[in-house]
Protein backbone atom coordinates (compact mmCIF):
# COMPACT_ATOMS: atom_id res chain seq x y z
CA UNK A 1 0.00 0.00 0.00
CA UNK A 2 1.25 3.53 -0.58
CA UNK A 3 2.17 5.52 2.43
CA UNK A 4 0.07 8.04 4.08
CA UNK A 5 0.84 11.70 4.64
CA UNK A 6 0.42 10.76 8.96
CA UNK A 7 3.43 8.43 8.08
CA UNK A 8 6.00 10.96 7.67
CA UNK A 9 4.85 13.53 10.23
CA UNK A 10 4.06 11.46 13.25
CA UNK A 11 6.04 8.58 15.42
CA UNK A 12 3.46 6.01 16.22
CA UNK A 13 6.06 4.44 18.65
CA UNK A 14 5.44 7.10 20.60
CA UNK A 15 1.84 7.50 20.29
CA UNK A 16 1.98 4.24 21.76
CA UNK A 17 4.68 4.67 24.41
CA UNK A 18 6.69 2.07 23.11
CA UNK A 19 9.96 1.63 21.50
CA UNK A 20 10.83 0.33 17.60
CA UNK A 21 12.12 -2.30 18.55
CA UNK A 22 9.50 -4.06 20.49
CA UNK A 23 7.43 -6.89 19.62
CA UNK A 24 4.06 -7.09 18.34
CA UNK A 25 2.94 -8.18 21.81
CA UNK A 26 4.38 -5.47 23.54
CA UNK A 27 2.79 -3.18 21.51
CA UNK A 28 -0.61 -4.72 21.94
CA UNK A 29 -0.62 -4.65 25.08
CA UNK A 30 0.50 -1.36 25.01
CA UNK A 31 -3.00 -0.47 22.48
CA UNK A 32 -5.00 -2.05 24.81
CA UNK A 33 -4.48 -0.26 28.29
CA UNK A 34 -4.69 2.95 26.43
CA UNK A 35 -7.88 1.91 24.34
CA UNK A 36 -9.34 1.25 27.91
CA UNK A 37 -8.19 4.55 29.37
CA UNK A 38 -9.41 6.91 26.73
CA UNK A 39 -12.36 4.73 25.40
CA UNK A 40 -15.36 7.32 24.54
CA UNK A 41 -17.56 5.27 26.66
CA UNK A 42 -15.45 5.41 30.08
CA UNK A 43 -15.27 8.99 29.38
CA UNK A 44 -18.27 10.19 28.20
CA UNK A 45 -18.48 13.81 26.97
CA UNK A 46 -14.46 14.21 27.20
CA UNK A 47 -13.45 15.47 23.60
CA UNK A 48 -10.08 15.48 24.48
CA UNK A 49 -10.29 11.77 25.51
CA UNK A 50 -11.90 10.62 22.22
CA UNK A 51 -9.34 12.64 20.55
CA UNK A 52 -6.61 10.75 22.08
CA UNK A 53 -8.16 7.17 21.32
CA UNK A 54 -8.29 8.28 17.83
CA UNK A 55 -4.66 8.82 18.24
CA UNK A 56 -4.23 5.96 19.56
CA UNK A 57 -6.26 3.56 17.10
CA UNK A 58 -4.55 5.26 14.25
CA UNK A 59 -0.96 4.41 16.09
CA UNK A 60 -2.09 0.36 16.24
CA UNK A 61 -3.37 0.35 12.82
CA UNK A 62 0.01 1.03 11.13
CA UNK A 63 2.48 -0.81 13.75
CA UNK A 64 0.13 -3.42 15.27
CA UNK A 65 -0.15 -5.00 10.99
CA UNK A 66 2.92 -6.33 10.47
CA UNK A 67 2.66 -5.24 6.66
CA UNK A 68 2.51 -1.79 7.40
CA UNK A 69 4.54 -1.33 9.85
CA UNK A 70 7.31 -3.27 7.92
CA UNK A 71 6.62 -0.13 4.85
CA UNK A 72 6.15 2.76 7.93
CA UNK A 73 9.71 1.60 9.69
CA UNK A 74 11.18 1.73 5.84
CA UNK A 75 9.80 5.12 5.80
CA UNK A 76 11.25 6.12 8.97
CA UNK A 77 14.88 4.62 8.23
CA UNK A 78 15.26 6.78 5.18
CA UNK A 79 15.53 10.07 7.58
CA UNK A 80 14.61 13.51 6.61
CA UNK A 81 14.21 12.84 2.89
CA UNK A 82 11.34 10.95 4.03
CA UNK A 83 9.70 14.36 5.26
CA UNK A 84 8.98 13.28 9.08
CA UNK A 85 10.37 13.37 12.12
CA UNK A 86 12.24 16.68 12.35
CA UNK A 87 14.12 18.91 10.01
CA UNK A 88 16.30 18.44 7.53
CA UNK A 89 19.75 19.66 7.72
CA UNK A 90 20.42 21.12 4.49
CA UNK A 91 16.50 22.68 3.38
CA UNK A 92 15.36 25.57 4.99
CA UNK A 93 11.56 25.57 6.99
CA UNK A 94 10.87 23.16 9.68
CA UNK A 95 9.62 20.60 7.49
CA UNK A 96 11.81 17.74 6.02
CA UNK A 97 12.90 17.12 2.47
CA UNK A 98 11.26 20.20 0.58
CA UNK A 99 10.13 18.62 -2.60
CA UNK A 100 9.09 21.41 -4.91
CA UNK A 101 6.97 19.22 -7.31
CA UNK A 102 4.29 18.16 -4.77
CA UNK A 103 3.22 16.16 -2.20
CA UNK A 104 5.87 13.50 -0.57
CA UNK A 105 3.99 11.04 -0.75
CA UNK A 106 3.65 11.18 -4.97
CA UNK A 107 7.42 11.40 -4.54
CA UNK A 108 7.86 8.61 -2.58
CA UNK A 109 4.81 6.64 -4.24
CA UNK A 110 6.89 4.11 -6.51
CA UNK A 111 8.25 2.75 -3.95
CA UNK A 112 5.58 1.52 -1.77
CA UNK A 113 3.57 0.84 -5.33
CA UNK A 114 1.83 4.12 -6.50
CA UNK A 115 -0.03 7.22 -4.56
CA UNK A 116 -4.48 5.49 -4.52
CA UNK A 117 -5.76 5.37 -1.91
CA UNK A 118 -3.13 7.57 0.73
CA UNK A 119 -5.40 8.96 2.64
CA UNK A 120 -4.47 12.69 2.81
CA UNK A 121 -2.03 12.63 0.00
CA UNK A 122 -2.62 14.87 -3.43
CA UNK A 123 -4.51 11.62 -4.82
CA UNK A 124 -7.13 11.19 -2.24
CA UNK A 125 -7.56 15.02 -2.16
CA UNK A 126 -7.94 16.21 -5.85
CA UNK A 127 -9.23 12.44 -7.30
CA UNK A 128 -12.69 10.88 -5.94
CA UNK A 129 -11.56 7.66 -3.59
CA UNK A 130 -13.40 6.73 -0.76
CA UNK A 131 -14.46 9.52 1.35
CA UNK A 132 -15.89 9.23 5.05
CA UNK A 133 -19.32 10.63 5.61
CA UNK A 134 -19.80 13.23 7.75
CA UNK A 135 -20.52 13.48 11.53
CA UNK A 136 -24.06 14.35 12.33
CA UNK A 137 -25.41 15.73 16.06
CA UNK A 138 -28.99 15.08 16.92
CA UNK A 139 -30.60 16.85 20.53
CA UNK A 140 -32.73 14.84 22.49
CA UNK A 141 -34.74 15.72 25.34
CA UNK A 142 -35.98 13.76 28.33
CA UNK A 143 -37.90 13.91 31.09
CA UNK A 144 -35.59 13.61 34.37
CA UNK A 145 -36.72 10.45 35.25
CA UNK A 146 -36.52 8.94 32.20
CA UNK A 147 -32.82 10.30 32.28
CA UNK A 148 -32.18 8.54 36.17
CA UNK A 149 -33.55 5.01 34.58
CA UNK A 150 -32.25 5.24 31.09
CA UNK A 151 -34.55 4.70 27.92
CA UNK A 152 -34.45 3.40 24.59
CA UNK A 153 -35.93 5.83 22.28
CA UNK A 154 -35.95 6.84 18.39
CA UNK A 155 -33.98 9.77 17.10
CA UNK A 156 -35.71 11.31 13.58
CA UNK A 157 -33.61 12.98 11.60
CA UNK A 158 -32.81 13.84 8.01
CA UNK A 159 -28.99 13.15 5.90
CA UNK A 160 -27.04 11.30 3.38
CA UNK A 161 -27.61 7.86 2.97
CA UNK A 162 -26.91 5.29 0.19
CA UNK A 163 -29.35 5.82 -2.77
CA UNK A 164 -31.95 2.78 -2.33
CA UNK A 165 -32.50 2.75 -6.62
CA UNK A 166 -29.05 1.88 -6.98
CA UNK A 167 -27.61 0.83 -3.94
CA UNK A 168 -25.14 3.39 -3.69
CA UNK A 169 -23.49 2.44 -6.62
CA UNK A 170 -24.65 5.36 -8.58
CA UNK A 171 -25.52 3.43 -11.48
CA UNK A 172 -28.53 3.01 -13.12
CA UNK A 173 -30.36 -0.06 -11.74
CA UNK A 174 -29.42 -3.17 -14.10
CA UNK A 175 -25.71 -1.53 -15.20
CA UNK A 176 -22.84 -1.03 -13.37
CA UNK A 177 -19.56 1.03 -13.47
CA UNK A 178 -16.64 0.28 -15.84
CA UNK A 179 -13.36 0.24 -15.33
CA UNK A 180 -11.50 2.88 -16.38
CA UNK A 181 -9.77 2.36 -19.67
CA UNK A 182 -7.10 4.86 -18.96
CA UNK A 183 -5.94 3.52 -15.70
CA UNK A 184 -7.04 0.00 -16.10
CA UNK A 185 -9.31 0.59 -12.28
CA UNK A 186 -6.09 2.35 -10.74
CA UNK A 187 -7.35 5.49 -10.11
CA UNK A 188 -4.08 6.94 -11.18
CA UNK A 189 -1.24 7.09 -13.72
CA UNK A 190 2.51 6.72 -13.15
CA UNK A 191 5.27 8.66 -14.47
CA UNK A 192 8.54 6.93 -14.37
CA UNK A 193 11.54 9.39 -14.52
CA UNK A 194 14.81 7.79 -13.53
CA UNK A 195 14.58 6.46 -9.82
CA UNK A 196 11.74 8.11 -8.83
CA UNK A 197 7.71 7.22 -10.17
CA UNK A 198 5.62 9.97 -9.91
CA UNK A 199 1.91 8.92 -9.68
CA UNK A 200 -0.85 11.51 -10.19
CA UNK A 201 -4.87 11.27 -9.95
CA UNK A 202 -5.99 9.83 -13.52
CA UNK A 203 -7.93 12.83 -15.27
CA UNK A 204 -10.05 10.43 -16.96
CA UNK A 205 -11.80 8.55 -14.48
CA UNK A 206 -10.72 11.68 -11.39
CA UNK A 207 -8.78 9.33 -9.65
CA UNK A 208 -12.08 6.70 -8.80
CA UNK A 209 -10.79 4.21 -11.50
CA UNK A 210 -14.30 3.24 -12.32
CA UNK A 211 -16.47 5.45 -14.95
CA UNK A 212 -20.71 5.62 -14.70
CA UNK A 213 -21.99 5.56 -18.28
CA UNK A 214 -25.52 5.59 -17.41
CA UNK A 215 -26.22 6.88 -14.04
CA UNK A 216 -28.57 6.34 -11.31
CA UNK A 217 -31.59 8.54 -12.56
CA UNK A 218 -32.25 9.27 -8.94
CA UNK A 219 -28.90 9.83 -7.28
CA UNK A 220 -27.56 10.98 -10.74
CA UNK A 221 -24.66 8.96 -10.02
CA UNK A 222 -23.43 10.06 -6.85
CA UNK A 223 -24.51 6.97 -5.02
CA UNK A 224 -26.03 8.84 -1.88
CA UNK A 225 -29.72 10.68 -1.39
CA UNK A 226 -30.57 12.70 1.72
CA UNK A 227 -33.63 11.16 3.12
CA UNK A 228 -35.62 10.96 6.47
CA UNK A 229 -34.49 8.22 8.56
CA UNK A 230 -35.04 7.02 12.48
CA UNK A 231 -32.50 6.11 14.26
CA UNK A 232 -33.03 4.04 17.39
CA UNK A 233 -30.94 5.40 20.45
CA UNK A 234 -30.33 3.38 23.89
CA UNK A 235 -29.72 6.03 26.92
CA UNK A 236 -27.65 4.41 29.43
CA UNK A 237 -29.21 5.34 33.03
CA UNK A 238 -27.76 8.27 34.89
CA UNK A 239 -27.17 10.47 31.71
CA UNK A 240 -26.87 13.99 32.49
CA UNK A 241 -28.33 17.06 30.94
CA UNK A 242 -25.79 18.26 28.35
CA UNK A 243 -23.85 14.93 27.99
CA UNK A 244 -22.75 14.34 24.31
CA UNK A 245 -23.14 10.07 23.20
CA UNK A 246 -21.11 8.52 20.09
CA UNK A 247 -23.19 6.50 18.24
CA UNK A 248 -20.43 4.98 15.79
CA UNK A 249 -21.23 4.32 12.42
CA UNK A 250 -24.99 5.90 12.63
CA UNK A 251 -23.77 9.70 11.07
CA UNK A 252 -23.70 10.53 6.97
CA UNK A 253 -22.68 8.23 4.25
CA UNK A 254 -19.58 7.48 3.09
CA UNK A 255 -18.85 8.42 -0.77
CA UNK A 256 -17.61 5.84 -3.09
CA UNK A 257 -17.44 2.71 -0.74
CA UNK A 258 -16.05 5.31 2.23
CA UNK A 259 -16.90 4.33 5.95
CA UNK A 260 -20.17 6.02 7.54
CA UNK A 261 -19.88 8.93 10.00
CA UNK A 262 -20.70 9.16 13.02
CA UNK A 263 -24.05 10.72 15.03
CA UNK A 264 -23.46 12.61 18.48
CA UNK A 265 -26.69 12.83 20.67
CA UNK A 266 -26.56 15.90 22.83
CA UNK A 267 -29.16 15.17 26.05
CA UNK A 268 -31.06 17.80 27.36
CA UNK A 269 -32.53 17.08 30.97
CA UNK A 270 -35.70 18.69 31.98
CA UNK A 271 -35.88 19.50 35.81
CA UNK A 272 -37.87 17.47 38.23
CA UNK A 273 -40.60 18.91 40.40
CA UNK A 274 -38.81 16.69 43.43
CA UNK A 275 -35.58 15.65 42.85
CA UNK A 276 -32.42 17.89 41.66
CA UNK A 277 -28.82 16.59 40.55
CA UNK A 278 -25.73 16.75 41.79
CA UNK A 279 -22.63 15.11 40.49
CA UNK A 280 -23.81 11.84 40.99
CA UNK A 281 -25.80 12.60 44.11
CA UNK A 282 -29.98 13.38 44.03
CA UNK A 283 -30.96 15.99 46.25
CA UNK A 284 -34.17 16.85 47.70
CA UNK A 285 -35.69 19.78 49.95
CA UNK A 286 -38.26 19.08 52.11
CA UNK A 287 -40.53 21.39 54.64
CA UNK A 288 -40.92 20.98 58.22
CA UNK A 289 -42.72 22.88 60.84
CA UNK A 290 -41.11 25.14 63.54
CA UNK A 291 -42.69 22.58 66.03
CA UNK A 292 -41.07 19.04 64.08
CA UNK A 293 -37.47 20.67 64.06
CA UNK A 294 -37.60 21.74 67.70
CA UNK A 295 -39.19 18.60 69.12
CA UNK A 296 -37.73 15.93 66.12
CA UNK A 297 -39.61 13.89 64.00
CA UNK A 298 -39.65 11.13 61.48
CA UNK A 299 -40.11 12.02 57.65
CA UNK A 300 -40.67 9.22 54.88
CA UNK A 301 -39.41 10.29 51.60
CA UNK A 302 -39.91 9.04 47.63
CA UNK A 303 -36.56 8.17 46.38
CA UNK A 304 -36.67 7.34 42.08
CA UNK A 305 -35.88 3.75 42.74
CA UNK A 306 -39.14 3.66 43.78
CA UNK A 307 -39.02 2.49 47.53
CA UNK A 308 -39.78 5.17 50.13
CA UNK A 309 -37.46 5.90 53.06
CA UNK A 310 -37.75 6.66 56.50
CA UNK A 311 -35.57 9.96 57.75
CA UNK A 312 -34.99 10.86 62.21
CA UNK A 313 -35.07 14.21 62.42
CA UNK A 314 -33.39 14.89 65.92
CA UNK A 315 -34.72 17.59 68.21
CA UNK A 316 -33.38 20.85 67.38
CA UNK A 317 -32.67 20.45 63.24
CA UNK A 318 -31.85 23.75 61.83
CA UNK A 319 -33.35 24.45 58.51
CA UNK A 320 -31.19 24.07 55.87
CA UNK A 321 -29.44 20.43 57.40
CA UNK A 322 -28.53 17.82 54.82
CA UNK A 323 -29.15 14.47 55.79
CA UNK A 324 -27.77 11.78 53.69
CA UNK A 325 -29.00 8.59 52.48
CA UNK A 326 -26.97 6.39 50.86
CA UNK A 327 -27.20 4.73 47.75
CA UNK A 328 -30.00 6.02 46.67
CA UNK A 329 -28.63 8.13 43.74
CA UNK A 330 -27.02 8.21 40.10
CA UNK A 331 -25.56 4.37 39.50
CA UNK A 332 -22.51 5.18 37.67
CA UNK A 333 -19.95 2.68 36.19
CA UNK A 334 -17.49 3.87 39.55
CA UNK A 335 -20.07 4.24 41.98
CA UNK A 336 -23.27 5.02 42.97
CA UNK A 337 -24.44 8.30 44.25
CA UNK A 338 -26.56 9.20 47.48
CA UNK A 339 -29.82 10.74 47.95
CA UNK A 340 -29.02 14.70 49.59
CA UNK A 341 -32.25 15.38 52.01
CA UNK A 342 -32.25 19.58 52.88
CA UNK A 343 -34.62 20.24 56.06
CA UNK A 344 -36.24 23.68 55.25
CA UNK A 345 -38.05 25.29 58.30
CA UNK A 346 -41.58 26.91 57.21
CA UNK A 347 -42.29 30.22 58.39
CA UNK A 348 -45.80 30.91 58.47
CA UNK A 349 -47.11 34.08 56.68
CA UNK A 350 -50.69 34.24 58.32
CA UNK A 351 -51.84 33.24 61.61
CA UNK A 352 -55.04 33.06 63.55
CA UNK A 353 -55.76 34.69 67.28
CA UNK A 354 -55.71 31.56 68.60
CA UNK A 355 -52.00 30.64 66.85
CA UNK A 356 -50.25 34.29 67.86
CA UNK A 357 -51.33 34.08 71.44
CA UNK A 358 -49.93 30.54 71.44
CA UNK A 359 -46.11 31.83 69.84
CA UNK A 360 -46.53 34.67 72.24
CA UNK A 361 -46.81 32.27 75.16
CA UNK A 362 -44.32 30.00 73.77
CA UNK A 363 -41.83 33.05 73.20
CA UNK A 364 -42.28 34.48 77.09
CA UNK A 365 -41.45 30.95 78.02
CA UNK A 366 -38.05 30.51 76.04
CA UNK A 367 -34.71 32.36 76.40
CA UNK A 368 -34.21 35.24 74.63
CA UNK A 369 -31.58 34.83 71.84
CA UNK A 370 -27.95 36.72 72.39
CA UNK A 371 -27.25 39.10 70.25
CA UNK A 372 -24.23 40.30 71.75
CA UNK A 373 -21.66 39.92 69.27
CA UNK A 374 -23.19 42.28 67.08
CA UNK A 375 -21.68 44.89 69.36
CA UNK A 376 -24.77 46.81 69.12
Known sequence: MAPQREWFEKDYY??????????SKEITRAYRKLAREFHPDANPGNDAAEERFKEVSAAYDVVGDETK???????????????GFGPSRGGP?????????????????????????????RGAQRGRGPQRGA????????????????????????????CETCRGSGAKPGTAPSACSRCG???AVDDN??????????????????????PCPTCRGAGIERRPREVKVRIPAGVDDGQRIRLKGRGG???????????FVIVHV?????????????TMTVPVSFAEATLGTKLTVPTLDGANVTLKIPPGTPSGQVFRVKGRGVAEKKATGDLLVTVQVVVPTTLTDEQREAVETLEAAMPAVSREHLGV
Open 270 to 282: SPDPVFGRSGRNL
Open 14 to 23: KVLGVADKDE
Open 185 to 187: GRG
Open 135 to 162: DLEAELHLPFREAFAGVTTSLHITSDMP
Open 93 to 121: GAGGFNYEGGDISDLLGGFFGGGRGARGG
Open 69 to 83: RKEYDEVRHMGPAAG
Open 253 to 263: AGRNGGPIGDL
Open 193 to 214: QGMFSFSTPCAACGGAGSVITD
